[in-house]
Every structure is written in structure tokens, then in C-alpha cells.
């Protein structure tokens, strides 16, 4: 990971925080899911793969939904949140926040001496860097849940698609096995 900067700063802390393994967990199962509609696709008279495709883009609904909705619960409480976060890093990261947002402290927390916040009555002046600092994570990670739930709504589109090519390949399979009863052959 580069080294941080303002510009940097805050995406890095965010996401250092984020469900990380949660989502290399759920791109793998994407990733698999797509592996098994494989041979759904190449053997057309056969929907045990199909089957299974449909199941594994359950899972991936599921999984991706349990995701988006952990980081849309976790902007509930945004400041909370942040407020663990500013503490828990060091002077350096601190001062970044508050170069970048020209604020000095969390709020009601002592701020750090920098170019920003050269002095108490300086620090005064100046917002305390709540406010800049959970605007910027709400708007970033509203940006992510909502493509979370985007995921959702077209894996279910994609689910709803493989059970119409199920039902379909059912009533082809049902109709093949009137005409071998009467014993005519398919056209």
C-alpha cells in the first residue's frame, strides 16, 4: 500500500476497516458460480447444472446481501464508528485527516500541532473534523452497499433467468418422454 497522503487518507482508513475477507469470499464464490453454469450451457438436455447454478447464485445473493447490509448498518452509527477509528490511529494519520478537511480534532478530542492546527486558539477557529470526516465515509461507502445491492438485484434477475431455462428444459424433457411412449421421434 502507498504511503499515506491527504488524498489518500481517509478511502485507506475506510477500507482497512471494510468486510474485506467477507467480499474475497463472495468474489469467489461468484467466480464459482459462473465455473458451474459452464456445463448448464454446453449440455442442453441435462439440468443438474443448471440446478446447481441456480443454488450457487442463491448463495451468492445471500452472501452479497449479508454484506451490503452489514456496511449500510454500519453508516447508522458513522460517527461512533469513526470516533473508534480516530483513536485507535496514530498522531501521523491524525494530522493527514486534519490537513485534508482544515479541521482540527474529532470531536472533543485534542487535536495535533501541524500546518493546520498551529496552536490552540488556531485550533479554535476551526471545525472540529466530525463533520468532513463522516460525510466523506457516509458518501463512500453509501457508494458501496448500494453496488452490493445492485449485485443482488441482478443475481436475482440472473437466478430468475437460469429457473426460466429450468422450467423450460423440464417441459421439453416431459414432452421428449411423451413422444418415446408413442413412439414418435422428435422432428
Wanted: aromatic fraction near 10%; include cysteine; charge should be neutral.
Amino acid at each position: 500500500m502507498a504511503a499515506p497522503t491527504t488524498d489518500n487518507v481517509a478511502p485507506n482508513l475506510l477500507l482497512a476497516h471494510a468486510p474485506l475477507n467477507s467480499a474475497l469470499f463472495d468474489a469467489g464464490l461468484v467466480f464459482l458460480t459462473f465455473i458451474a453454469s459452464i456445463p448448464g450451457l454446453i449440455f442442453t438436455t441435462k439440468r443438474a447444472w443448471l440446478k446447481v447454478h441456480c443454488w450457487m447464485v442463491l448463495g451468492c445473493i445471500i452472501v452479497t446481501l449479508v454484506i451490503g447490509l452489514q456496511i449500510w448498518y454500519s453508516t447508522l452509527k458513522t460517527r461512533a464508528n469513526l470516533a473508534v477509528m480516530w483513536d485507535a490511529e496514530g498522531p501521523q494519520m491524525q494530522r493527514l485527516l486534519q490537513e485534508r478537511w482544515k479541521c482540527c480534532g474529532y470531536m472533543n478530542t485534542p487535536f495535533h500541532t501541524d500546518s493546520t492546527c498551529p496552536s490552540p486558539l488556531a485550533a479554535s477557529a476551526k471545525p472540529d473534523c466530525v463533520g468532513p470526516f463522516s460525510d466523506f465515509a457516509n458518501n463512500f461507502l453509501d457508494l458501496v452497499f448500494t453496488v452490493m445491492f445492485g449485485m443482488v438485484a441482478l443475481d436475482a434477475i440472473l437466478l430468475l433467468c437460469g429457473l426460466v431455462v429450468l422450467k423450460k428444459r423440464e417441459e421439453e424433457e416431459r414432452y421428449r418422454h411423451i413422444d418415446e411412449k408413442s413412439k414418435y421421434t422428435r422432428i
